[in-house]
């Protein structure tokens, strides 16, 4: 069965910095995979998704990820974190019938 | 291209109650998800609707059901509520053009508070 993994509850980084969210998966066949976003009160927002292709997805807001399927990894980064970005992050894995398994999800907390 | 609407966005209800939630999918969407977040948890998948017809169900009881209308809105309904029912329920629509069809949009959610 297919699920994920999200490597810390909380990251704490400064604006400006580097922001790396981590994402473990575990599939038995090729994943689909996918980063979400929540900021408080509200539902999820995409930031971006891995289907075939390019390993390297380019989503919203300058968020990338990239898919190694070697190391069953489907990181989540940002160059520059903004106060804007403070928010709950979810990885997520679609199953054979469109059932997505989300992680536990990672808190981004950004100061000035 | 109107998004994924839920309603109402917060609710109050007490033990053994029944509650109906309201979704509307995006635009050009076929297949309606449901699912339920607890707080501080990530969502977890509820059921799905492909077409007016139940196309996967998560580890939930029956007394969690649901409909799909032939306008693809979807009604997701629980009875004789429990405290543990207390959570936000989000509505995911997806099933767009091939290229996209697994992609799942998500609505606003319900907040629903079982006393």
């Known amino acids: 069965a297919q699920s994920v993994t999200q490597l810390g509850s909380h990251v704490s980084v400064s604006e400006g910095a580097l922001v790396l969210l981590r994402c473990n998966y575990s599939?038995?066949?090729?994943?689909?995979l996918f980063w979400y976003v929540q900021y408080p009160n509200q539902g999820l927002q995409l930031l971006l998704k891995y289907t075939t292709g390019a390993t390297l997805v380019k989503g919203i807001n300058g968020f990338e990820a990239e898919f190694k399927k070697s190391e069953t990894s489907f990181h989540l980064t940002k160059p520059s974190a903004h106060m804007s970005d403070a928010a709950e992050y979810f990885c997520a894995v679609i199953t054979g019938f469109q059932k997505l398994v989300f992680g536990t999800g990672t808190r981004l907390l950004v100061s000035p | 291209e109107t998004g994924v609407t839920q309603s109402p966005t917060h609710l109050i209800k007490t033990r053994g109650q029944q509650v109906t939630l309201r979704c509307s999918s995006q635009s050009g969407h076929n297949t309606v998800s449901w699912y339920q977040q607890a707080l501080g948890q990530g969502p977890q998948f509820i059921f799905q609707y492909y077409r007016e017809e139940e196309n996967g169900r998560g580890n939930f009881p029956p007394r969690f059901s649901g409909l799909q209308f032939p306008n693809y809105s979807s009604e997701l309904n629980v009875n004789a509520l429990e405290l543990d029912d207390s959570a936000l329920y989000l509505c995911?629509?997806?099933?767009?053009?091939?290229?996209?069809?697994?992609?799942?949009?998500f609505g606003p959610g319900t907040r629903l508070l079982v006393l």
């Open positions: 995911a629509s997806s099933g767009g053009t091939s290229a996209n069809q697994e992609t799942q949009y």
């Open positions: 599939s038995s066949v090729p994943p689909y």
